[in-house]
């Protein structure tokens, strides 16, 4: 059974940066694809990034110039660093796996975590 655990986020101010990891047991890291999502109350999960051993990384069109995903299969770890930070991000940012290829799509995911809430205030 795969577990997954965020952490990260916080209370940050407009233009600083944020990182998140998201930690992996009962699989090893490289079996999966991993991505992040992000939603706010009374919206749907928001695609973020996503990565896998199969295929490079991929972020979505509002995100590609400001995030970064990344993994330590050493620590079963998947980070998430976003740069230049707007009062938007605000959101509960959620890390999910899935078997398989990497995808955009939150329904595709079978495994998640409870999240971490990112706020972005001045």
């Known amino acids: 059974q795969v577990q997954v655990t965020e952490s990260g986020g916080g209370l940050v101010r407009p233009g600083e940066s944020a990182r998140f990891s998201c930690r992996f047991s009962?699989?090893?890291?490289?079996?999966?694809?991993v991505a992040w999502f992000r939603q706010t109350s009374g919206q749907d999960r928001e695609f973020v990034a996503t990565?896998?051993?199969?295929?490079?990384?991929f972020y979505s069109d509002s995100m590609k110039d400001r995030a970064t995903i990344s993994r330590d299969n050493t620590k079963n770890t998947v980070y998430l660093q976003m740069i230049s930070l707007k009062p938007e991000d605000t959101a509960v940012y959620c890390c999910?796996?899935?078997?398989?290829?990497?995808?955009?799509?939150?329904?595709?995911?079978?495994?998640w975590g409870q999240g971490t809430q990112l706020t972005v205030s001045s």
């Open positions: 999910a796996a899935r078997y398989g290829f990497a995808e955009q799509s939150a329904h595709d995911y079978e495994y």
């Open positions: 009962g699989s090893a890291l490289n079996s999966v694809a």
């Open positions: 990565i896998s051993s199969l295929v490079t990384p």
